[in-house]
């Protein structure tokens, strides 16, 4: 039965197991490992930026990206319920002194332009300097357009602001901006982050490499990014086999998340029709997906039944509990990802519908 909790607990595909197998290796903290300079090579030339840094983890890279950009005493810009913010253990404030400004998230994830500008500090030692702006796209699971994207970047710009974006599934919101347009994911990408400073890209997500995340800016802050990684322990040596499981995966595996688009959209579809066939709408509603993650926000005593009769089908998925109105409510999250089938969504379906029908 599937894995439903994330996009990260892919396995890498025979042929990424290959590529890995077969990457020529050096050591990166001398700069010298082939395959890791081909990855950063590529992504740089793919996203249209100067060069790129291979980093462990999403998390370190967008910490980085902020010790780049911001010293000790400035301020960043964030969204309430973004993971430089809220996800990423604190790691702006606690290693790298840096103020978060967190801004209220709308309902389209997105943060209104009016407030960014609004959050901006004037030149007065009472305040911290407002140094950096953060945009998150994907923002759980949902697409900020071209025209914001673009916007935000201007108004960081009119600001003398920096931009950075958490881009860790940036090429499933090109995936399904591009489905909508017919045009080429790789092109849409490009044009999202257009005109931003930095940005970070997670390969271990809806890309399906076992491990690694890259951030990508002009040759300077690279430069100052790289310091920063060896201060934070990224530094790797012979991580040329990763480097390699990254690069297939930029060049095999980003159409192919439309496939991941079209099973959560199946899923959600299928859920409904089993909420309404069950008479359960007022105690299960769910939002319909716009890439490849699904919220669905349950009474807890029905929460509490479904998670665990999945979990006597091994069906694993994520769920969190919160205060609505002064009653308890529980949220959960359904991902899909390389590893969910066509077949595996027809059994949770199945499998839900028996739970429900029998609540």
């Known amino acids: 039965m599937p894995d439903f909790r994330s996009d990260t ?3 890498p595909t025979a042929a990424m197991r290959a590529a890995m197998a077969n990457a020529p290796l050096g050591d990166d903290v001398f700069g010298d490992d082939p395959s890791v300079n081909a990855l950063q090579t590529y992504a740089a030339e ?4 100067d060069a790129a840094l291979f980093a462990p983890s999403g998390t370190m890279t967008n910490l980085i990206a902020l010790m780049s950009h911001c010293q000790r005493g400035d301020e960043a810009i964030v969204g309430q319920n973004w993971h430089t913010y809220k996800w990423e253990a604190g790691g702006m404030a ?27 500090k004037p030149d007065d030692p009472h305040f911290a300097r407002t140094r950096l702006l953060v945009i998150e796209n994907t923002t759980g699971g949902q697409v900020l357009g071209l025209d914001y994207m673009a916007q935000m970047a201007a108004l960081a710009k009119s600001n003398q602001l920096a931009c950075h974006i958490d881009g860790a599934r940036i090429f499933n919101a090109a995936v399904a901006i591009a489905s909508q347009t017919q045009a080429d994911p790789y092109q849409v990408a490009r044009q999202l982050v257009s005109g931003y400073d930095s ?4 390969l271990s997500k809806g890309l399906g490499a076992p491990v690694g995340s890259l951030l990508l800016g002009s040759h300077d802050f690279i430069a100052r990014a790289r310091r920063v990684r060896k201060m934070l322990g990224g530094g790797m040596r012979q991580a040329g086999g990763l480097a390699a499981a990254g690069l297939y995966a930029l060049q095999h595996h980003v159409h192919r998340l439309a496939d991941d688009h079209q099973h959560a959209q199946q899923l959600a579809n299928g859920l409904q ?7 359960l709408e007022t105690q ?3 939002q319909m997906p716009q890439s490849n993650i699904i919220f669905c926000d349950l009474d807890a005593a029905l929460a509490g039944h479904f998670v665990a009769e999945l979990g006597k089908h091994q069906v694993r998925l994520t769920s969190s509990t919160y205060q ?22 027809q059994a949770m379906l199945a499998c839900s519908r028996d739970i429900l029908c029998n609540y």
Not at 94 to 110: F, K, M, R, T, Y
Not at 199 to 202: R, Y
Not at 273 to 279: E, H, R
């Open 9 to 11: 607990v892919t396995q």
């Open 46 to 49: 793919l996203l249209g930026f």
């Open 94 to 120: 606690v290693l790298g002194s840096i103020q978060p400004q967190p801004l209220a998230n709308q309902p389209d994830g997105s943060l209104l332009a009016a407030d960014v500008q609004a959050a901006i």
């Open 199 to 202: 940005i970070s890209v997670c």
């Open 273 to 279: 029709q089993i909420v309404v066939d069950t008479g």
């Open 284 to 286: 299960f509603s769910l």
């Open 324 to 345: 609505q109105s002064g009653q308890s409510k529980s949220r959960i999250r359904l991902v899909t990802h390389l590893d969910i089938s066509p077949a595996q969504v």
